[in-house]
């Protein structure tokens, strides 16, 4: 992808959140001048990283962190690195975690962070030295009580150690709060690798007992078998649903008989294919319109779109991904009487899970991984039941997607007033 043609795309990205906040602002009849703070981060942070590649030549990166809104709380988000990120896309996506934070009932706004860079082109040392010049630059602007970034696309474990190593030399501070989803090693639960799967079974399960009588025997399709498909379909199995389809990048299969998530993930380890597995081999567009009772999009935005949506057999949709339904999506499986559970409550799982850890290293790690599970699943419960609740009362006319946007986005706006920031 072009850097221009990205820029398009993220610019893009940031429009459709104002578009968004500006629609649920008619609902809840907010003033012009609260959507026009809410519009704009409260501090948006660009860098310039200037590292020594191992052929001697000086490589020069781009940074960002955007810290969108903290009424509720230090600013939380994740941290890409990508060749394609643009400020526009980092402001946008730091707006979509105030509302998700605000929404699960998190002490948190909302931050993310990114890095011009193809993390593939680089050595293991340079990808550090990569990790530690981003902290080094943005180091007075983060912290525990600040912002709590966490790994996001292209970023995992290891880079949050460099952060956090980083973060405690040139900071002075011995804060393991400051960062999430860091290695069990260095105060981090092994339930963050699993938590966005996890939290995405139990919305699933939730939504299915709302709206279809329970998840037991239910037909579920996940497009998207990396981290998070594989998580919610092993989840899901354990509760009761079937899982008869799957695909990834590659292709896809359907088996009526139901896929076992272990084996397959065995399969992929081992360099085979989704498609590999035993049943009809399908395309990703295929997948996407094959009948099922829950339909589960996983890996990435607007593959639910205005060319496929009216083909779509499922009775439920739960957005795994960010944004796999387009606004044209939306309108269409509104109008098929199609249940669509948003992304904002359903792929919230790994917040959920960043909170556990941050909340443990503040109070001395005291909390064990199966307790940090039970944990995350209540918090999930609770944020369904209180969404579904509130939409009923108050929002009963709109779908459940605008329903969670006005909750948080009310949340945000009564915090902010009450503090005297709006």
Request: some cysteine; glycine content about 10%; hydrophobic content about 40%.
């Amino acid at each position: 992808m072009s850097t221009v043609y990205s820029d398009i795309v993220s610019s893009d990205l940031y429009t459709q959140q104002v578009k968004k906040l500006e629609r649920v602002a008619q609902i809840l009849s907010l003033d012009k001048d609260v959507v026009d703070s809410l519009s704009q981060p409260e501090r948006v942070i660009q860098v310039k990283i200037n590292i020594k590649g191992n052929d001697g030549t000086v490589k020069t990166f781009t940074g960002w962190r955007s810290q969108h809104n903290s009424a509720l709380g230090p600013y939380k988000g994740g941290v890409r690195f990508s060749p394609n990120v643009t400020q526009t896309e980092v402001m946008a996506l730091s707006m979509m975690m105030t509302w998700k934070n605000s929404l699960l009932g998190l002490p948190y706004g909302g931050g993310k962070g990114g890095i011009r860079v193809d993390p593939k082109s680089l050595q293991k040392d340079e990808l550090e030295r990569l990790s530690r010049g981003y902290v080094k630059a943005i180091y007075n602007y983060i912290g525990s009580d600040i912002d709590i970034p966490a790994p996001d696309l292209n970023t995992d474990p290891q880079i949050m150690a460099w952060f956090l190593d980083e973060y405690v030399k040139v900071s002075g501070k011995v804060d393991f709060a400051s960062f999430t989803g860091k290695p069990v090693e260095i105060g981090g639960l092994s339930v963050r690798e699993y938590s966005t799967g996890l939290g995405l079974s139990v919305i699933t399960k939730s939504a299915a007992e709302k709206f279809m009588d329970g998840i037991e025997g239910k037909r579920v399709i996940i497009q998207g078998f990396g981290n998070v498909g594989y998580f919610a379909a092993k989840f899901i199995k354990e509760m009761g649903g079937k899982i008869i389809g799957v695909s990834d990048s590659k292709g896809g299969v359907i088996n009526e008989e139901g896929i076992d998530a272990d084996k397959l993930m065995e399969m992929k380890r081992s360099g085979e294919t989704v498609s590999s597995y035993e049943g009809k081999k399908v395309t990703n567009e295929q997948l996407l319109t094959s009948d099922c009772d829950i339909l589960i999009p996983a890996a990435i935005e607007n593959v639910v779109n205005k060319a496929n949506a009216s083909h779509i057999k499922a009775r439920m949709i739960v957005e795994g991904a960010n944004g796999p339904l387009t606004a044209d999506a939306d309108e269409i499986l509104r109008k098929m009487n199609v249940i669509v559970v948003p992304d904002i409550l359903a792929n919230s799982g790994g917040v959920v899970g960043s909170y556990v850890e941050w909340a443990n290293n503040k109070m001395g790690e005291i909390v064990e991984d199966e307790e940090a599970k039970k944990l995350i699943i209540s918090r999930m419960e609770r944020a369904f039941s209180s969404m579904y609740s509130e939409h009923e009362r108050r929002f009963s006319d709109y779908d459940l997607r605008t329903s969670a946007m006005a909750i948080s986005i009310d949340r945000v706006v009564k915090a902010s007033k009450l503090r005297g920031m709006m």
